[in-house]
């Protein structure tokens, strides 16, 4: 799995530069980290309505929308596909509770 989301990630890196009239990830990034962002929260939402509607075919189709249009957003802010890994790897074996606990409160 985890070649694939480097695959993607690698792929993404370049698109962003192409012409946006040939490539979806350019256009996007030519609109803005707003639009980016507002992308992964309508494919988040998309996940969970399919999730709610116990259609199986549905949240994996929409968990990879998901999962792509995140990987734009993470492109954008030049956070690495590896730093994110990185993060789970920490919290590994911590409970939520007690992750979430140690947390700087806002």
Same mark, same amino acid.
């Given at each position: 799995?985890?070649?694939?989301?480097?695959?993607?990630?690698?792929?993404?890196?370049?698109?962003?530069?192409?012409?946006?009239?040939?490539?979806?990830?350019?256009?996007?990034?030519?609109?803005?980290?707003?639009?980016?962002?507002?992308?992964?929260?309508?494919?988040?939402?998309?996940?969970?309505?399919?999730?709610?509607?116990? =259609?199986? #075919?549905? +949240?994996?189709? @929409?968990?990879? $929308?998901? %999962?792509?249009?995140?990987?734009?957003?993470?492109? =954008?802010? #030049?956070? +690495?596909?590896? @730093?994110?890994? $990185?993060? %789970?790897?920490?919290?590994?074996?911590?409970?939520?509770?007690?992750?979430? +606990?140690?947390?700087?409160?806002?």
């Amino acid at each position: 799995m985890r070649a694939t989301l480097f695959d993607l990630e690698r792929t993404i890196r370049q698109r962003r530069q192409a012409d946006p009239s040939q490539s979806y990830v350019a256009k996007l990034t030519a609109k803005g980290r707003g639009k980016i962002a507002q992308k992964v929260g309508e494919e988040a939402v998309e996940t969970v309505i399919a999730a709610m509607a116990s =259609d199986r #075919d549905g +949240a994996i189709g @929409e968990s990879a $929308d998901l %999962l792509f249009h995140l990987m734009v957003l993470l492109a =954008d802010l #030049d956070i +690495a596909l590896d @730093e994110v890994l $990185d993060e %789970l790897d920490r919290r590994e074996g911590v409970s939520g509770i007690a992750e979430k +606990a140690s947390r700087k409160a806002d």
